[in-house]
């Protein structure tokens, strides 16, 4: 069963934006931590961004001043804002949540041409 649905990744050209979407199953409860990680082929996995059910955020220095994550805990859901986008931005991105348990999405291609 999916309990992480991402939405939003696509291609795009240097400089443009994408806004990806994570929704979280209303199965999954007390989640403290949402977040955003990458993998392209042959690399590590990396956190991109994490947000707390308090609004605490933070983000790799890579994508700083680039992208914003955001949440809204009514809906919940997670977001993350990409502008400037680079084609080093290239990967598959994965939605994370925390709470009793770790959970993971299916991931969303994202790809930027130069």
């Known amino acids: 069963q999916v309990q992480l649905v991402e939405s939003g990744g696509g291609l795009v050209q240097a400089g443009g934006s994408l806004r990806l979407s994570c929704a979280a199953s209303r199965s999954i409860f007390r989640i403290n931590l949402m977040g955003w990680y990458r993998q392209a082929p042959g690399k590590q996995r990396e956190l991109v961004a994490s947000i707390t059910v308090g609004g605490w955020t933070h983000y790799a220095d890579s994508v700083k001043g680039r992208f914003t994550i955001s949440r809204d805990n009514a809906k919940n859901t997670v977001y993350l804002q990409m502008n400037s986008l680079k084609p080093e931005d290239t990967a598959v991105y994965y939605c994370?949540?925390?709470?009793?348990?770790?959970?993971w999405g299916q991931g969303t291609q994202v790809t930027v041409s130069s």
């Open positions: 994370n949540a925390e709470s009793s348990y770790i959970y």
